[in-house]
């Protein structure tokens, strides 16, 4: 008995010290698991999972180009972003929900949107970003969201056009030297519209973004939900075989300040419980 009560007494440690780091808050989150991907009619970046997690850094990571993730230089790798073409979706589920708050845009969603450099390697917009040529990776797709993985809520065709960027203070939107460079946040949201880029040099756009990294955000409070875990994007045919429709995906996060408790626990937090539950239930016989 007393052989078996340090035994359990053992595991439940061993549970705690797994469960404790998982309490503590993180500065953003994002989604963690593919739930289902159908590429659609599409030929490239076919990895759902480059949809996970943060967007690195460094675009082009491992080659001569490597240069850090700014609106003029999105990612394109195919272990960064996943693509849909017509007919195509990809559903995700988030590492912690989505709390619908009000006065805040709850859920980013990141792209290989990016800003034509009108005097490169400078870093300066356009002033008309509607004019083709003027920006490049702009996509809709629909959207949806649900708070159960079961029940959808569409949100409609949302035009995808906030660019991204890695850090709030680089002196050059193609730096590779990241040296001294300050992370920008990818759970802070932020009130730009493409507009708010034309004509701008590039100390004009960080300071638009601010410590924000950029990225479209999405309002949940319409959705009638009072959180939402998983979220789906997906591309319609429009029913013309000479289009071909796409939209690249880079990550999804959730706002700090709009982050709520986790989807669903680590499988390996499961068996831990499962087995504390047999456990102390064989003990009570
Ligand atoms: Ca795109
Ligand atoms: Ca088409
Ligand atoms: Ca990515």
């Not at 480059?50 to 675009?59: F, K, M, N, S």
């Amino acid at each position: 008995m007393y052989l078996y009560t340090l035994r359990t007494a053992g595991l439940f440690m061993f549970a705690l010290v797994v469960l404790a780091p998982l309490n503590h808050s993180i500065a953003a989150t994002f989604a963690n698991a593919v739930v289902s991907y159908n590429p659609g009619i599409s030929s490239n970046a076919l990895n759902p999972e480059a949809a996970l997690g943060q967007p690195g850094a460094i675009a082009g990571e491992d080659t001569q180009f490597a240069s850090i993730l700014s609106p003029f230089n999105p990612h394109y790798e195919d272990d960064q972003i996943v693509q849909l073409g017509e007919g195509g979706s990809i559903t995700l589920q988030l590492a912690r929900f989505a709390v619908t708050t009000a006065g805040t845009p709850e859920i980013g969603i990141f792209t290989n949107t990016g800003i034509s450099d009108a005097s490169w390697p400078a870093g300066i917009a356009g002033n008309d970003l509607e004019l083709s040529g003027a920006t490049f990776g702009i996509d809709s797709a629909k959207m949806e969201v649900s708070a159960d993985g079961a029940n959808w809520v569409n949100l409609g065709m949302i035009r995808f056009d906030q660019p991204s960027s890695a850090f709030t203070n680089a002196t050059s939107p193609y730096q590779s030297d990241t040296t001294g460079l300050i992370p920008a946040n990818f759970g802070l949201p932020h009130d730009n519209v493409l507009a708010d880029y034309a004509g701008k040099d590039w100390n004009s756009i960080q300071g638009l973004l601010g410590n924000s990294a950029g990225g479209t955000w999405i309002d949940l409070d319409a959705s009638g939900l009072s959180q939402v875990g998983w979220i789906r994007l997906s591309l319609d045919s429009d029913g013309n075989d000479a289009t071909l429709l796409n939209f690249e995906l880079d990550a999804i996060s959730v706002a700090s300040s709009a982050t709520g408790g986790l989807v669903i626990p680590e499988p390996s937090v499961m068996a831990i419980l499962f087995s504390l539950t047999g456990l102390l239930a064989r003990r009570r016989r």
